[in-house]
């Protein structure tokens, strides 16, 4: 999926991409999200829309629609300077007993619901926060609960997200034994000064011994993130952390491109000072540094197989969840601040431990708000995302939604290929390597007139 106009000559020397970064300087980091994780956006979601949640949970199981349960674990160490997420580092072992049990209530009234009793799950996926922050104790009961209720005897993948300092042997032990297939380690760089001042709670040499207990330890694929254009993060050392990444030879790397979304602390210290831009690198310089980071890759033999990752064996190495979900599976999520969605119904539940805990033991399910999209979103929906990919064949559209993308995006397409963002085959729409790079930002061109310009919220 490389372009002509991005690649790495031996030396390691960043090729420039469509326009020299001299000439775009001027795009600095600003605050928002930019990233594109569902459609419509979240900011169209309301608490008007809670009964088609219920709506949805009375009606008949379906048969063709495979199952995915997520669970948010919002607790953390320390919280990171650029993180958004719903996280909690003040709480101690009984609250947090508490709130897994809450979990556990909660995953067993969407068990007695028509619409999942029986159900199970192809996935599962456990988010945070830190999940890795559990105890072993709390791990191995939580997951024997939540097998009570929905069997993993089915399940092709159990992701998991850990910090490395959380991580023992023993732990990991414990994970693989509970059966996580994917573990994925947030170690974003491998340098102790980056790590620190962009809040990170572990160091690198706890990321190593992480990553080496893990590759004795046998599960299907580890997965490590990083982050490019972090505060401080110089084009050197970016150089050295990924092919640091690549002597520690993962099955899968996640980078992402340093954004600053409004609830962080970065933005807090830039509403004070009055700072327009942020303090990290501007988004040509990111482009350059992942395409860099992409070419390095494919020489050491791996492949790009999205606008975020690249595997080692893309036979071997799947990422069931992104791929199921971008293919409209249902997700039952629960958990603070979690979202999910059921027969084409997005939810998320209440944002904030208390009023979540207080529906949960009011026996309620802890919905905050909705949205019951209609066939033409859901068409959308799973169209943006699967460009994500960088391939995606209109006739899994025509089949599946009776629509032709050709003809229902003409001039959108057209100037994208003009542009030299996409191209076109026989049954294939697909991103060049400078498309994938900038990708969520040319995905809103699809969006219905509503919902653009909402991606900050």
Known sequence: MSSPSSSSDSTGVISKLKMPLEQESDEQTE???????????????????????????????????????????????????????????????????????????????????????????????????????????????????????????????????????????????????????????????FDDHILEVNGRAHRSNEAYRALGFAKTLGFDQVNIDLIAGMMDETEDNWKRCVDTAIEQDPDCVTIYQMEIPYNTTIFKDMKESGRISAPVADWPTKRAWVDWAYNRFEEAGYTVNSAYTVVKDPEKTKFVYRDSLWEGADL??????????????????????????????????????????????????????????????????????????MARFPAELARLEADGYFSFGEDEIRVSREGMLQIDVLLHGFFLEQHRDARYT
Request: negative net charge; contains cysteine; hydrophobic residues 35%.
């Open 31 to 189: 605050v928002g999200n930019y990233f594109v994780a569902n459609y419509p956006p979240f900011s169209f979601w309301t608490p008007d829309h809670k009964d088609s949640v219920h709506d949805v949970l009375n009606s008949p199981r379906p048969e063709n629609t495979n199952l995915g349960v997520y669970f948010h674990i919002p607790f953390c160490r320390k919280r990171c300077h650029f993180c958004y997420f719903r996280v909690y580092t003040d709480k101690n072992a009984n609250e947090i007993n508490a709130y897994l049990d809450a979990g556990i209530r909660e995953f067993e009234r969407y068990a007695q619901t028509s619409y999942l009793a029986g159900r199970k799950p192809q996935f599962v996926y456990f988010g945070g926060g830190t999940p890795s922050y559990l105890s072993i104790n709390q791990l191995t009961d939580l997951t024997n609960r939540m097998k009570d209720l929905f069997p993993w005897d089915e399940t092709e993948e159990v992701a998991f997200e850990a910090e490395p300092g959380t991580l023992t042997e023993k732990k990991l032990e414990a994970l693989r034994n509970i059966g996580v297939t994917r573990l994925s380690l947030g170690i974003e760089s």
């Open 332 to 405: 039952l999520s629960a958990g603070v601040a979690s979202f999910g969605h059921f027969g084409g119904v997005h939810y998320q539940n209440q944002a904030d431990v208390g009023p979540y805990m207080t529906e949960v033991d009011s026996g309620q399910l802890p919905i905050f708000r909705a949205y019951p999209t209609n066939h033409e979103e859901r068409f959308i929906r799973e169209f943006v995302l699967q460009l994500k990919l960088g391939l995606v064949h209109p006739s899994y559209f025509k089949e599946k939604y009776g629509e032709d993308v």
